[in-house]
């Protein structure tokens, strides 16, 4: 399963949303990814940023978009759960 938290540098509901996820993929033994889409826009992948940019954070599941500007924590339990 992977989680992935796209962010940008300075953005405090990112900072919370990195909190929230490291306590809860840590109680399921779950890792995440962090990407900030303007260092991935600067190395190459433009894409990333054009299409979440505006409304960060993100979180990915598997890839998919799971939920932005906050983490939906009862939702993101029961889908890891789910799929582990």
Known sequence: MTVELLTREGCQMCATARRDLTRICGELGVEFTE???DRAAADGRPEIRAEFGDRLPVVLLEGD????WEVDEPRLRADLTRQG
Not at 65 to 68: T, V
């Open 65 to 68: 978009e799971h939920s932005y």
């Open 35 to 37: 990407v900030d889409v």
